[in-house]
């Protein structure tokens, strides 16, 4: 089964910036940015992910990414 993985966590680093200033930007809390990081929801706002690829000057391509394996649990929609 396909899955989609969140590589928000490559980008921060490329842009060699917190989550915390993340948060800031997007206006979400550090709490929900730390569940996308490591894909513990079940989706995300459309307007959540354009505010994220804004601050980091990315497309939404570049935060995730599709592999073959299980789908884990997942938490709420942010």
């Known amino acids: 089964m396909l ?29 929900n940015l730390s569940l996308l990081r490591t894909g513990k929801v079940k989706g995300v706002r459309f307007e959540t992910l354009a505010k994220i690829c804004e601050a980091l000057e990315c497309k939404p391509s570049d935060l995730l990414d599709l592999e073959e394996g299980a789908p884990e649990d997942a938490g709420a929609d942010i």
């Open 3 to 31: 899955r989609i993985v969140v590589t928000l966590d490559v980008m921060l680093a490329r842009r060699k910036m917190k989550s915390k200033d993340l948060a800031e930007r997007v206006g979400i809390t550090e709490a």
